[in-house]
T-cell receptor, first 115, second 114 residues
Framework: GAVVSQHPSWVICKSGTSVKIECRSL??????MFWYRQFPKQSLMLMAT?????????EQGVEKDKFLINHASLTLSTLTVTSAHPEDSSFYIC???????????FGPGTRLLVL | SQELEQSPQSLIVQEGKNLTINCTSS?????LYWYKQKYGEGLIFLMM?????EEKSHEKITAKLDEKKQQSSLHITASQPSHAGIYLC??????????????FGQGTILTVHP
């Protein structure tokens, strides 16, 4: 149980294009999903918190207009990197949890490379 | 803001040896998580600790949270190559009222030589 998937697992795009990453909880309903970013050889940095049916809350320094988050259902959250630039290249990981459990379960991550 | 310091930053051991990874917080820990990550992959949940003095074990991995709730240790007994990876500690922010927002340590890279 408690499986979280991400799609795609990796993506290469041209600078200026937008990229959508999906995060799904496969066997539980996730009231809250989190999006993290991880640069090479660094730890995870929380970008935003996504609650089903409401607007995402962003961490300080994260541009909400650049990283659009939509938590449309209890099993799906999407992160759209708009007008991607090479500095957005990173490893993006989502996690999900329910209100009744404190443990967060992480997806396998999406590697984004912007050329 | 809360900061987590992990030590050592990297560790190389021979198969069969025991090892310990530490996670020290600048503030009281209200929820401490241990995860394992293979490079370029997602995080695998290992254990969560909440109470001071709490200790949990799973297979050959034991995690403890000290009484003062500012330090946790992860101990692996008789390490195997399958234990190799990056171990991350994560903590709930802001006294447990942050509803799951985690701050992570920088990670400990474990290499186990057969």
């Amino acid at each position: 149980g408690a499986v979280v998937s991400q799609h795609p697992s990796w993506v290469i795009c041209k600078s200026g294009t937008s990229v959508k990453i999906e995060c799904r909880s496969l066997d539980f309903q996730a009231t809250t999903m989190f999006w993290y970013r991880q640069f090479p050889k660094q730890s995870l940095m929380l970008m935003a918190t996504s609650n089903e049916g409401s607007k995402a809350t962003y961490e300080q320094g994260v541009e909400k207009d650049k990283f659009l988050i939509n938590h449309a259902s209890l099993t799906l959250s999407t992160l759209t990197v708009t007008s991607a630039h090479p500095e957005d290249s990173s490893f993006y990981i989502c996690s999900a949890r329910t209100d009744r459990q404190e443990t967060q379960y992480f997806g396998p991550g999406t590697r984004l490379l912007v050329l | 803001s809360q900061e987590l310091e992990q030590s050592p930053q990297s560790l190389i051991v021979q198969e069969g040896k025991n090892l310990t990874i530490n996670c020290t917080s600048s503030k009281t820990l209200y929820g401490l998580y241990w995860y394992k990550q293979k490079y370029g992959e997602g995080l695998i949940f290992l254990m969560m600790l909440q109470k001071g003095g709490e200790e949990k074990s799973h297979e050959k991995i034991t995690a403890k949270l000290d009484e003062k709730k500012q330090q946790s240790s992860l101990h692996i007994t008789a390490s195997q190559p399958s234990h190799a990876g990056i171990y991350l500690c994560g903590a709930d922010r802001a006294g447990g009222t942050s509803y799951g927002k985690l701050t992570f340590g920088q990670g400990t890279i474990l290499t186990v030589h057969p």
